[in-house]
């Protein structure tokens, strides 16, 4: 079992619907929470980030983390093409310089 | 704006060539990595280096080696180039924690023919 699951997708769905990604995990000791959105032949780049529980929105983003579950989501309201994209999530812990990475979700918004 | 910047776009190399792949960043940061992309499989980690001269496996090193002289410069090598290493190649930077996240670089598509 990968420490980080999360559902390759694609997942398509009409432009203005909300969506939700999510990522699930198997380590406890996981503090930092994180969702990349990369864009087709560009790098990653970081899109919202988490320390420990709760939410935290930015705009038309909303991420959440339930430690309690193992469970983390990215919601996008009022989704718009310029939304398709892969999203990533990662993980880290104090005292480890790596993040380890979800597989990534293809996300596609219709017009 | 702080970056890393990987040094080609795209890249056609021939079997048994040796590849080098160089990755920049101007950001002051300590830790630097290489990972390659593919479908399905997601990013997965070659190696990565938390300070000058300084080197670690990632999870998939075999074929593959790194050297990182100066902090701001990281190089991937492929001694022998095999088609298996055809793929999207990102170098990505980050501070001494983990929490800052990592910044990463636009990316190399290399193609072994």
């Known amino acids: 079992q990968k420490e980080v699951e999360q559902d390759p997708g694609p997942l398509s769905v009409p432009e203005g619907a909300i969506v939700s990604l999510n990522c699930t995990y198997s380590n406890s000791a996981f503090q930092y929470f994180m969702w990349y959105r990369q864009y087709s032949r560009k790098g990653p780049e970081l899109l919202m980030y988490?320390?420990s529980s709760g939410n935290k929105e930015d705009g038309r983003f909303t991420a959440q983390v339930d430690k309690s579950s193992k469970y983390i989501s990215l919601f996008i309201r009022d989704s718009q093409p310029s939304d398709s994209a892969t999203y990533l999530c990662a993980m880290g812990m104090d005292s480890n310089y790596q993040l380890i990475w979800g597989a990534g979700t293809k996300l596609i918004i219709k017009p | 704006d702080v970056k890393v910047t990987q040094s080609s776009r795209y890249l056609v190399k021939r079997t048994g060539e040796k590849v080098f792949l160089e990755c920049v960043q101007d950001?002051?940061?300590?830790?630097m990595f290489w990972y390659r992309q593919d479908p399905g499989l997601g990013l997965r980690l070659i190696y990565f280096s938390y300070d000058v001269k300084m080197k670690e496996k990632g999870d998939i090193p075999e074929g593959y080696s790194v050297s990182r002289e100066k902090k701001e410069r990281f190089s991937l090598i492929l001694e022998s180039a095999s088609t298996n290493q055809t793929s999207m190649y990102l170098c990505?930077?980050?501070?001494?924690?983990?929490?800052?996240?990592?910044?990463f670089g636009s990316g190399t598509r290399l193609t072994v023919v």
């Open positions: 990505a930077s980050s501070l001494a924690e983990v929490g800052y996240g990592y910044t």
């Open positions: 988490t320390y």
């Open positions: 950001m002051d940061h300590e830790n």
